[in-house]
């Protein structure tokens, strides 16, 4: 994975692909199919997203604003990290959480009940997905540049012979007049 530093920029984000975006990553890095109450959770922090992106009350409507990566990274983390819901994702269903887990390519696959979503990596892949789609923008919307190394090619006008009687002319089927 490519390490991509945060910028200045101003990117426009929406309610929805936050939401969505903690959803889909939720989903992926649980050891279930899915996590414990994900649609409660996600109905619960869909008003307090809104609150956090939307500050203005003329884009309430739009449901999206634009913002600096920086802040979108915080808010990320206020939902994950702030929320009840999300933070019992990150103890095992049944047992002791264990402090650390050592796993080879060897080892078995581990019980779901003696894991669980890390909520830091939770974070740091749903920022990953939103720069990967910024990233993607970007070079989307860059110019199309020519190398500065490249020639110019000048085109010059070749006179065309001009041979006058009985001559045909090269790929014509037209005499010159005698």
């Known amino acids: 994975m490519t390490k991509r530093r945060l ?26 199919d899915c996590p414990a109450n994900l649609v409660k959770v996600i109905r619960a922090i869909t008003p307090h997203a809104t609150a956090l992106v939307i500050t203005k009350p003329k884009h309430k409507r739009l449901g999206f604003a634009l913002l600096p990566e920086k802040r979108i990274k915080k808010i990320v983390e206020a939902l994950v990290l702030g929320t009840p819901g999300i933070r ?24 779901p009940d003696r894991s669980f979503i890390d909520l830091h990596a939770l974070v740091l892949a749903v920022m990953y997905d939103f720069r990967k789609e ?15 190394n490249e020639r110019k090619t000048q085109t010059r006008r ?19 007049p005698a």
């Open 134 to 148: 910024w990233a993607d923008e970007d070079r989307d919307n860059q110019p199309t540049q020519k190398p500065k």
């Open 7 to 32: 910028q200045t920029k101003w990117r426009f984000v929406g309610v929805k692909d936050l939401t969505a975006a903690i959803a889909y990553w939720a989903v992926k890095l649980s050891p279930y």
């Open 88 to 111: 019992c994702w990150n103890r095992c269903r049944r047992g002791k959480t264990p402090d650390f887990a050592v796993t080879s390519a060897f080892s078995k696959k581990p019980h």
């Open 158 to 176: 070749i006179p065309a012979p001009a041979v006058c009687g009985t001559t045909r002319i090269r790929n014509s089927r037209t005499f010159c």
